[in-house]
Structure formats: C-alpha cells, structure tokens
C-alpha cells in the first residue's frame, strides 16, 4: 500500500534506541493533511489523491484553489501537491491524513527544495579541486580552468560544469527509515538528512526502490 503525506522540517535531533544506540533523525511535522480532491482512473485516467498543507489566509487564495477547498469542504491550505496512488479510491474527500498513516520501520522517500546558495563557483557547485598556491600561479586559485581544446573542437561542450547558480531546486532523498512516529504531535522521526533548511515543506512517501 503506498502512503504519502506533506510535512515541514523542524531540524534534527538524535534517537536513542533501547539498546543504547544513537540514530541521528529529522524531525518532521507531518500533516495534518485534508483531503482536497481524489481522481480515479474511470474520471481522469489514473488514480491520484491531492493533499493540502500549511494554514494560509482566505484572502491569499486565488479563485481556482478556492473553489476547489470549498467544494470538497476544507479550509484554505498553504500547500497542495497530488500523489499517484494505487489505492487513492479509498480515501474520501475531505478527511485528513495523518502522521499515523506511517508505522516505525517504514521505507520512505523524502523530496524538498534544497537550501539555496545563490551564485557559486566551481569549487563549491561541483567540488572541483583548486589550482596549486605555488609561486607563479597567479589569483586564479578558484577558477574553472582549461575550457576545451584549440583549434578542435573550438567550441565548449554543452553540459560543461562551470560556475553557476546553486541550490533552491527540488531534491529526493531514497530509501530513509522511519524510526519513530508520535500520533500525538503528528511527527515522524526518519533517520538520517532531509533536503532543505528549517521550516521548508517536504513530502514523504513510500520508497520506490526499497532495498533488499
């Protein structure tokens, strides 16, 4: 059965185990997510269920997500992302989908934006080594390098790592464990890093490629 859910990092933190082992987690604030529309294969063609996230203001809401939040009965959410899913008819419109849908053991996928960077260069965007800081190398320590050839191919190849915009895009990270789920507090703990900085959202949902 697979499962998904919206959430926000709230940090990291570490997990003691009854055997005395520490397990470094995230600490994620896990829905509660309502039920904004379920598409099914007969109606759209496949089977998908939208989930909304976040409080959000009336006002901000623009007429088409409005309408939609109104018409399945919920109030205005921040954040509204679909998820394919093979059993999306059993959900109802309007409901919520909780931490608790997830159990301790559970194989995950985690995607977020990465924090952004803003302009970076080669040394940081794509962990390239720095020139020598010998006598004679000159105040180029940092910088590309040799582009191409001479005379052929005269020109730069494209996919060419070069200096660049870096960070703020969307990163999945696979197969992360869930250690702990506390229904109380809607919060799972996944072992290990998640993409993205404090307070950004994330969507967690069963591992594609669980590993053996």
């Not at 987690?25 to 598409?39: L, M, R, S």
């Not at 960077?117 to 590309?144: C, D, E, S, Y």
């Not at 703020?168 to 996944?190: G, I, P, S």
Request: hydrophobic fraction near 40%; aromatic fraction near 6%; charged fraction near 20%.
């Amino acid at each position: 059965m697979n499962k998904a859910i919206i959430g926000r990092k709230l940090g990291m933190s570490q997990y003691f185990t009854p055997e005395g082992l520490m397990i470094p987690v995230t600490v994620i604030e896990a829905g509660p997510c309502p039920v904004v529309q379920v598409k099914t294969v007969e109606n759209d063609g496949y089977s998908a269920v939208q989930l909304g996230f976040g409080e959000i203001k009336e006002q901000n809401v623009n007429k088409p997500r409005a309408g939609a939040f109104k018409k399945a009965g919920v109030k205005p959410a921040r954040i509204l992302r679909e998820f394919k899913l093979d059993d999306a008819e059993k959900y109802e419109v309007g409901s919520s989908v909780t931490a608790g849908a997830f159990a301790a053991g559970d194989a995950v996928d985690v995607s977020g934006v990465s924090r952004g960077r803003g302009f970076t260069g080669v040394v940081q965007r794509w962990n390239h080594h720095m020139i020598f800081k010998t006598h004679g190398a000159g105040p180029v320590h940092r910088h590309l390098g040799a582009m191409s050839a001479n005379t052929g191919p005269s020109r730069v190849f494209p996919g060419k790592k070069m200096p660049g915009h870096y960070g703020a895009e969307k990163v999945t990270v696979q197969n992360l464990k869930v250690v702990k789920v506390d229904t109380e507090r809607n919060v799972l703990l996944v072992k290990g890093a998640v993409p993205g900085p404090k307070g950004g959202f994330v969507t967690v949902r069963s591992a594609v490629k669980t590993q053996k």
